[in-house]
């Protein structure tokens, strides 16, 4: 440091000569003085900045730094620049070098700063001011990382890094909550007390005798459940923030997970455990290689990659597996167990960091009411991952927050603990009122008494006493006829809205606002082609619809952003004032309604069909004309809007995806009707429960019509039971009755399943005559791979039924011809039934093995590469090939008993010869080592029937109707 003070000109000089040493493309002295004091700024206004120490010589300053500088992030808009990051480094590492913090306090001095907030914490680093981090919010700990981008740790007084990075990893995961949890959140000491006790945190003086969390081992879910805006997601936000970084109190892993976000997949539970461990990941602090934590997460990832593995496996028609449910129970269970390993050693970790014992590990999932109408079977999976998880790891605790009351049937009879989430008492109320500006004590009283405690209407009060007299609360507001009903405090939401928008400048967009909520979705589209022609705009621009839908978008109070830039209206509001606008205005809401079919019915993405879909049902038009309009792919985005359809239009469109309907809709049910509904939850319960509950489920209707989708799912069960004669029993009642032109597809699969009873029996005549019968009518059906499945299984049992082998040869031609002439689309879509296929026709059709062979090996390869066949067997295989392999130039000896020749080398080469077709003895080779796959079609459904079955049974897991 400088003891002596220097003039102006040798500072200038000491300047130009250390930039030079720093690097050799530096500006001409005039230029550094603005250098030097933008470094000590966030942003600035380059035309006013002033240099340090003053010039002789007058410079245009903007001139003279702005190809220094880059648009300051945050301050476009206010036209602020910032010193390019290598700039202000150097900068400070000179003023550091010439002075340290006094220079760079003379420096600061300058210039007029704008309050920023990496500007407050830079000026905290120059006054040598602690960083207590652990009371920084994310913003404050952006700001503060800024100053390590900017070289100042080198020169002390900075937390230690690592420290830092292990602070903004955990604030991090609750970075989205502190724009709810700010001063204005009070009371819920209940609530917050009652989430304390059910993790296990403890006061601070028992925590540093303990050191550990308390409670009991295992605890079921904990369900925190109100109305919209009751404020659950703002609760446990303050839970998590209380305790992120609690060095006094302890702190715990989490995850956040919401059923809202387009990554959540709740009929893939294993999607949302991988989902948390990156969250749980990025809260341990870095670790060696062996951390055993991250040791642990490895693995996990491991058993995830294994896992999709084998639900590929399942989905081949042609496999080695013969009770397919219990291979994916199994292969769920080894997840599960590894998933809960995982947080075993996560909360380890967390524990040794703090010195603690007796750690857990917390899953949050927050807006339950996405899924809350989803079949409860759909849902067992998902409850069934978290208890398997939990058996592994008994600290894992799970909060579940939505709007509706639990219901039993949503985890199969387990046990939960509910956490109801009520208005805000009186006093709480008032003191929300008074730090949401309204001062006067008496108004605040005023206002609780007419609305109530909900804090989302306090806050909509609030918006309307700040512009209306409300000495004696709200005027004209009404609640008393209301309030005999469940959703009086939506209404008086609903009226407070339409109080809000009645003070909205632009007549325009009022006009707009309350009859736009008939609507789910707003865009500037729809309000051109929609809104503006049936509320009374008449025909307006495409640009005033753009000023109009930004106006509307102001409204924060009113709508939500999407992520397709669309608003959409907060639904615990709109729904009752839909209602109440259908009552008071149904011309209107239908008028509406029809233009938005029309404007949709043109559109092509699934969300423009959504929309179409769902206007068609509120207006209760024909089902075949809806379904008409119907395309996969929509379901997630109706799936909110059941409480809202007519009944009729609930079974309908309960019939198309997942939705839990009430016990008496479905009595109201026709049994056409009926039987799609209970399908699609029987295949559910077949994927996530098993075919003792996909049995269960059918039962509770005994009716069936002539030709109903049920006897093949229910025959499907009791073969995965083992339990043959009840399957044959129920096909042989199904097969006898089943109408002459009814659904061909739907006789194939019943004769398909009787003859896979049979074989379970020992019935081989009785299974040959079924597959004779099968074989005759797959000629009449649209796609050959039914008829190719069917004689593939018939070759076998021929075996057993006719030594002679009398029927063989014909049979053999048939396959061969038929595989001949399939069509590429259907090669790629069976290329494991079709490897079967030419194993069991053999080499005698070289024609039809060279065309089919060559397209299914590579999915061989990758089996064999995954160790789903055994190198061994296949090295057998072409051991005993001698001459063949010296056909191909393989070194026998090297490669049978090193192996140093590449084994998928090879295979490819007598794929090509096959293809070449040139010697004839390699398609037999072929044919021996893809029989080293040892696939049979015990399980399996049967091919080709896409064409015949309806909607729901496409869309249910497909391991299920492979």
Same mark, same amino acid.
């Given at each position: ?5 220097? &003039? ?15 690097? &050799?493309?530096?500006?001409?002295? =005039?230029? @550094?003085?603005?250098?030097? #004091? ?27 730094? %702005? ?30 070098? %010439? ?8 420096? /600061? ?34 700001? +503060? ?109 989490? $995850? ?15 999607? +949302? ?54 291979? +994916? #129970? ?32 917390? /899953?949050?999932? !927050? ?12 849902? @067992? ?51 929300? /009122? ?34 209306? !007299? ?37 007549? !325009? ?50 709508? &939500? ?14 729904? =009752? ?18 233009? $938005? ?39 997630? +985005? ?125 019935? $081989? ?13 797959? #000629? ?27 029927? @063989? ?26 490897? @079967? ?15 089919? $062979?060559?397209?299914?090996? !590579? ?38 008993? #090193? ?64």
């Amino acid at each position: 440091m400088q003891s002596e003070k220097l &003039s102006t000109s040798e500072i200038l000089a000491e300047l130009d000569r250390r930039m030079k040493l720093r690097a &050799s493309d530096r500006p001409a002295n =005039p230029v @550094l003085p603005y250098l030097l #004091s933008a470094s000590v700024l966030h942003v600035f206004q380059p035309a006013t900045l002033k240099p340090w120490l003053g010039l002789s010589m007058p410079i245009d300053p903007l001139q003279a730094v %702005f190809d220094f500088t880059m648009p300051a992030i945050g301050y476009r808009h206010l036209r602020l620049r910032s010193l390019k990051p290598e700039i202000r480094r150097q900068a400070l590492w000179w003023l550091w070098e %010439f002075g340290q913090r006094r220079v760079m306090r003379d420096v /600061l001095n300058s210039n007029e700063r704008i309050p920023t907030e990496v500007q407050a914490m830079f000026e905290r680093w120059i006054d040598e001011r602690p960083f207590d981090i652990s009371s920084f919010n994310s913003d404050g700990l952006r700001a +503060l990382g800024q100053l390590y981008d900017w070289g100042l740790a080198e020169h002390g007084g900075l937390p230690e890094r690592a420290h830092f990075d292990r602070f903004v990893r955990r604030r991090s995961a609750v970075s989205l909550f502190e724009h709810m949890v700010d001063e204005t959140f009070v009371g819920r000491d209940t609530e917050l007390q009652a989430l304390r006790n059910y993790v296990g945190v403890v006061a601070p003086s028992i925590w540093e005798r303990l050191r550990a969390f308390v409670g009991l081992e295992s605890q079921p879910p904990l369900v925190i459940w109100g109305p919209g805006g009751i404020g659950k997601t703002a609760l446990v936000g303050k839970f998590l923030l209380e305790h992120v970084n609690a060095p006094r109190a302890g702190w715990f892993p989490f $995850a956040y997970m919401t059923f809202d976000s387009d990554t959540t997949n709740i009929r893939e539970p294993f999607t +949302l455990l991988v989902a948390a461990t990156g969250q749980l990941e990025y809260q341990i602090s870095e670790g060696s290689p062996g951390n055993a934590a991250r040791n642990a997460i490895a693995e996990f990832r491991k058993q995830v990659g294994q896992y999709r593995g084998r639900r590929v496996e399942l989905k081949r028609r042609a496999g080695t597996t013969r009770n397919r449910g219990a291979v +994916l #129970s199994t292969a769920e269970r080894n997840l599960y167990a590894a998933f809960g390993t995982m947080l075993r050693e996560i909360a380890r970790t967390a524990g040794a960091e703090q010195g603690a014992s007796k750690v857990p590990v917390l /899953l949050v999932f !927050d807006s339950f009411e996405e899924v809350y109408y989803r079949n409860r079977e759909e849902l @067992l999976g998902f409850w069934r991952m978290l208890e398997a998880a939990q058996k592994s790891f008994p600290l894992l605790r799970i909060v579940i927050a939505g709007r509706a009351q639990p219901r039993p049937a949503w985890i199969g009879g387990s046990k939960f603990i509910e956490q109801p989430l009520e208005n805000l008492s009186p006093p709480d109320a008032q003191r929300l /009122l008074r730090r949401l500006g309204i001062g006067d004590a008496a108004v605040a009283q005023a206002i609780v008494k007419q609305v109530g405690g909900s804090p989302l209407t306090l806050r909509l009060a609030a918006r309307v006493a700040q512009t209306e !007299d409300a000495s004696d609360g709200i005027k004209g507001l009404e609640t008393r006829r209301y309030w005999l009903f469940s959703v009086a405090q939506s209404i008086v939401q609903g009226q407070l809205y339409r109080r809000i928008l009645d003070h909205i400048h632009d007549p !325009d967009v009022r006009a707009l606002a309350h009859p736009g909520m008939v609507l789910r979705r707003i865009t500037a589209g729809v309000i051109k082609e929609v809104l503006a022609p049936v509320c009374g705009l008449g025909e307006i621009s495409r640009e005033r619809a753009e000023e109009l839908f930004e106006l509307l978008r102001r409204e924060h109070a009113l709508v &939500s952003i999407e992520s397709d830039n669309s608003l959409r209206y907060r639904e615990e509001v709109r729904q =009752p004032v839909l209602v109440m606008l259908t009552n008071d205005r149904p011309d209107r809401v239908r008028a509406l309604q029809e233009a $938005a079919v029309h404007y949709y019915e043109s559109g092509k993405g699934l969300v423009d069909r959504a929309e179409e879909i769902y206007n068609r049902l509120m207006l209760k038009q024909p089902e075949w004309l809806v379904a008409d309009r119907w395309q996969p792919g929509i379901e997630g +985005l109706l799936a909110s809007t059941v409480t809202e359809l007519p009944v009729e239009q609930q079974i309908w469109l309960a019939s198309r995806m997942s939705i839990e309907l009430p016990a008496e809709t479905y009595m109201l049910a026709d049994q056409a009707s009926w039987e799609r509904l209970i399908g699609r939850k029987a295949l559910e319960a077949f994927r996530y429960a098993g075919p003792k509950e996909t049995i269960e489920t059918l039962r509770q209707r005994a009716e069936r019509s002539a030709d109903s989708p049920l006897f093949a799912i229910e025959a499907r069960a009791w073969l995965a039971l083992e339990q043959p004669r009840e399957a044959a029993a129920l096909l042989d009642r199904a097969l006898d009755d089943y109408p002459t032109l009814a659904n061909p597809g739907r006789f194939a699969e019943l004769l398909w399943f009787r003859a896979q009873a049979a074989l379970r029996l020992a019935k $081989a005549d009785e299974a040959y005559a079924f597959l004779e019968r099968l074989v005759a009518l797959s #000629s009449t059906l649209s796609s050959a791979l039914t008829g190719i499945q069917a004689l593939c299984e018939i070759l076998t049992v021929s075996r057993t039924v006719d030594p002679t082998g009398a029927s @063989l040869a014909e049979q053999k031609r048939s396959l061969a011809y038929s595989l001949t002439e399939l069509p590429d689309l259907d090669i790629q879509k069976e290329k494991d039934l079709l490897r @079967l296929a030419l194993v069991r026709l053999g080499p005698d059709f070289p024609v039809t093995v060279s065309r089919i $062979a060559p397209r299914v090996a !590579d999915q061989f390869i990758d089996l064999w590469k995954n160790g789903e066949v055994d190198s061994s067997e296949i090295m057998r295989k072409l051991a005993q090939q001698p001459a063949l392999l010296k056909y191909l130039s393989v070194d026998i000896e090297r490669f049978s008993s #090193s192996q140093s020749e590449s084994l998928e080398h090879v295979i490819r080469q007598i794929v090509e010869m096959v293809e070449r077709n040139e010697v004839t003895a390699f398609e037999g080779l072929l044919l021996e080592i893809f029989g080293t796959e040892r696939a049979s079609l015990s399980g399996a459904s049967l091919a080709g029937l896409d064409a015949y079955r309806e909607q729901w049974e496409l869309e249910a897991a497909s391991e299920m109707v492979s």
